[in-house]
């Protein structure tokens, strides 16, 4: 062998070994696969252990399956389901709940259809970045949920007839080593006002006087996404809006309150911006990385739209607490359905959670409500 080509190999074997990635290093997809990393990674899944092809597990209704439950530390990194069932709004009917470390009330808790950006019962493809749904009916999230002791995930069939067949696969990494005492949990909570309370029924379009002139400085009477407690950072949102009146239903701000303001900090010019569109959205559905409209319906009494806003270029830190709203309308002057969930991390432990409204409250319909288009009494 040649000199210099010996020396060559030498100093390549006399460099350090890279360190292994942390547990929690997610990376670049293209760069990670090329370093070494301190986990084993597992899977949680609803494979036949007789080794056969009934690969699902039908629900009962009334009954609760646990697709997780293990020891940490760890983090999952996918969850995948597919759901047959013939009964309408199985999707708004199965609740999908997450334990961290053993505690006593859930960290996540959310009809599963809404938790996958799927809050009025029905299925829609779209991709972003943390969630998807594909084809045929596959329901993606990649949220990155750490645990320290133990991650339990449970699905509740709240509905009327039994799942014929729940399929699941939940990927997660069991670490080699502790994670940092400072790792935030993963939390995912679902709120909803059916109707929201608009201050009138008294006017005729969204750009009534009565209405524009208003003023809303403190966000009062806002629809809440969620509030917490503690330290954290404020994710994003997925929201689903169904229409008790007519023309668009937006034009309310988003308002965001860190550490106990009494004014928002962070204050928006528009529903549609927020969820970083325009104009109405255009008439247009789309589904980007960490914005989207995947659903927009039509501007009128029983329309219905879905849209979706991550926070994952730059989550939204709070040190004490935290209260993430929007308006319904300019200074909340609409009366339309919402249906929400957000989605944050912070410490344990985590303030309570609203009750989750009761299965038939949850399903979308019209509600009377005055104003333009309203359905009579």
């Not at 709240?158 to 014929?164: A, N, R, S, Y």
Request: charged share 20%; aromatic share 14%.
């Amino acid at each position: 062998m040649p000199k210099a080509a010996l020396l060559s190999l030498l100093s390549i074997s006399s460099l350090p070994v890279a360190a292994a990635q942390s547990c929690l290093d997610m990376g670049s997809p293209l760069t990670a696969v090329t370093q070494p990393h301190d986990y084993t990674l597992k899977r949680s899944s609803s494979y036949d252990r007789s080794g056969g092809n009934a690969d699902a597990r039908p629900v009962a209704p009334g009954e609760t399956l646990t697709v997780l439950d293990d020891s940490g530390p760890g983090a999952v990194t996918h969850v995948w389901f597919t759901i047959a069932s013939s009964e309408e709004f199985h999707l708004k009917k199965l609740v999908l709940r997450i334990f961290w470390d053993g505690e006593s009330t859930p960290s996540v808790e959310t009809p599963i259809g809404d938790f996958f950006g799927l809050g009025l019962g029905e299925y829609f493809l779209y991709q972003s970045m943390p969630l998807s749904v594909a084809p045929d009916k596959a329901l993606n999230s990649f949220f990155l949920m750490p645990f320290q002791k133990h991650a339990r995930m449970t699905v509740t069939n709240e509905g009327q007839q039994e799942v014929d067949a729940l399929y699941f696969n939940i990927d997660y990494r069991a670490c080699f080593k502790p994670l940092p005492v400072d790792t935030l949990y993963f939390h995912a909570q679902y709120r909803q006002a059916a109707p929201n309370r608009g201050w009138t029924g008294d006017w005729k379009n969204n750009g009534d006087p009565k209405v524009d002139n208003r003023s809303n400085l403190a966000g009062e009477d806002n629809y809440v996404w969620m509030e917490a407690t503690g330290r954290g950072q404020f994710a994003g949102v997925s929201m689903s809006v169904f229409q008790n009146q007519d023309y668009w239903w937006g034009e309310g701000d988003d308002m965001f309150f860190v550490d106990g303001e009494k004014r928002p900090s962070i204050n928006g010019t528009g529903s549609e911006d927020y969820f970083l569109g325009a104009w109405d959205f255009g008439s247009h559905s789309f589904s980007y990385p960490l914005f989207g409209a995947h659903i927009v319906g039509e501007e009128r009494a029983g329309g219905h739209t879905s849209v979706y806003r991550f926070h994952l270029d730059s989550p939204i830190t709070f040190s004490k607490s935290f209260k993430a709203t929007i308006e319904h309308g300019h200074a909340n002057h609409r009366s339309d359905n919402f249906y929400s969930v957000a989605y944050w991390y912070q410490g344990e432990p985590h303030a309570a959670f609203p009750v989750l409204p009761a299965v038939t409250d949850r399903l979308p319909r019209l509600y009377a409500t005055g104003g333009p288009g309203s359905v009579s009494k």
